[in-house]
Structures are given as C-alpha cells and as structure tokens.
T-cell receptor, first 114, second 114 residues
Framework: AQSVTQLDSQVPVFEEAPVELRCNYS??????LFWYVQYPNQGLQLLLK??????LVKGINGFEAEFNKSQTSFHLRKPSVHISDTAEYFC????????????FGAGTRLTVKP | DGGITQSPKYLFRKEGQNVTLSCEQN?????MYWYRQDPGQGLRLIYY???????QKGDIAEGYSVSREKKESFPLTVTSAQKNPTAFYLC?????????????FGPGTRLTVL
C-alpha cells in the first residue's frame, strides 16, 4: 500500500519569506497526489492536486507543488508567505487504481511570524 | 451553497455511552468517508461508502459503526467498544464519475469522552 512521509513536523518562517514543505511518498503503482490545508478546529481544504500532465501544479493562495517521480516527492512551495498562511498542511496520496484508499502524512505545522 | 455539514461541532459524552456523529452532503457525491484525526498524526480512515446501502471498513473500524441509507447522509456511531474515542472526526465525500475524484471535507466534530 502507498504511504506518505512529511519530513518536517514544524516549519517556522518569517512573513514574506519563501517556504517549502517537504513530502515524499511510496507506492508501487501510479498515484495521485494532494496537498490540503487545515486551519484550527476546521476541516481540510484542498490546496492543489497532481493527477497527470505538467509536473508543476499551481493551487490556491499562491501555493505550488512539483511532482518528481524519480525522487518520489511532491514538495509544496510559496515564494512569499503571509501571517494568514499559518496552519497545518497535509500531503496525501492515492493509487490510481483505488481512489478510496487515500493516505495522509502526519502533517506540517507552518507558523508565519511577523 | 453546496457542501458538507457535520454536527455538532463539539460533543461531550460520558465513558461507556454510544454517540452518533452526523454528516450530510448536498454535492450529489456518491462516495463518503469518515476519518479520525489525533494530535501529531495524519488522518486515519474509519469507514467509507461508495454507494447507498454499502460500506467498507477502513484501517481503524473497530469500535465504530456506520449506515448509508441515503446518498446525502453517512452517520458514524462511536460505540462503547472504542477504547480511546476522544479525537477530531472528519467526514469527506467525493464523486465517483471518473477515476480522478477528489475528497472534499466537512468542518469536523471534536468528540471528548469524559
């Protein structure tokens, strides 16, 4: 079965600085990849997803991610963060043959400081 | 507006009592899911349903039960058999019209067992 590792549990960064949240996955078959954001005491909101095609995926709120098949990675980036980006970010993977089985990483807590 | 609603937002129960969490969607999605979220961990799948009157166990189904009598509704019962029920519970849904379905999440219910 597929699995996801988010390499950093917490990432502190100053406002207007760039940020990268790292995600590696493991699967023996083709996958779909997702990034979700969760604000305190709320559900998950889809930021972006990779299904096929261009490996650079652009999402909401100025975020983007790049699918790297050789390194089995799907890192999330933003060139300049805002205080409002403070939240928990989850990387998720599902196998193309079975979308019901979505696996989530443990999450990365992004804290943007003024 | 289309979306997923979960109620209540906060729920307190005494140990040994069964409790039912509500999840309703008006997105006309075929598939629905229940996840459990604990601090520092990703989401873990409890149950999912691809179609009315059918559901399957996820990774941590023990101590939980579900029903899917209507397409719009997928209630989760946390039974007294669940050893550690205090957690944040998230409901999600997705369309099954094609292989590229994305899961959309409700706002969650925080259950505290006293």
């Amino acid at each position: 079965a597929q699995s996801v590792t988010q390499l950093d549990s917490q990432v502190p960064v100053f406002e207007e600085a760039p940020v990268e949240l790292r995600c590696n996955y493991s699967s023996s078959v083709s996958v779909y990849l997702f990034w979700y954001v969760q604000y305190p005491n709320q559900g998950l909101q889809l930021l972006l997803k990779y299904l096929s095609g261009s490996t650079l995926v652009k999402g909401i709120n100025g975020f983007e991610a790049e699918f790297n098949k050789s390194q089995t990675s799907f890192h999330l980036r933003k060139p300049s963060v805002h205080i409002s980006d403070t939240a928990e970010y989850f990387c998720a993977v599902s196998e193309r043959r079975n979308n019901n089985d979505m696996r989530f990483g443990a999450g990365t807590r992004l804290t943007v400081k003024p | 507006d289309g979306g997923i609603t979960q109620s209540p937002k906060y729920l307190f129960r005494k140990e040994g009592q069964n409790v039912t969490l509500s999840c309703e969607q008006n997105l006309n999605h075929d598939a629905m899911y229940w996840y459990r979220q604990d601090p520092g961990q990703g989401l873990r799948l409890i149950y999912y349903s691809q179609i009315v009157n059918d559901f399957q166990k996820g990774d941590i189904a023990e101590g939980y039960s579900v029903s899917r009598e209507k397409k719009e509704s997928f209630p989760l019962t946390v039974t007294s058999a669940q050893k550690n029920p205090t957690a944040f519970y998230l409901c999600a849904s997705s369309t099954k019209r094609g292989p590229r379905d994305t899961q959309y999440f409700g706002p969650g219910t925080r259950l505290t067992v006293l």
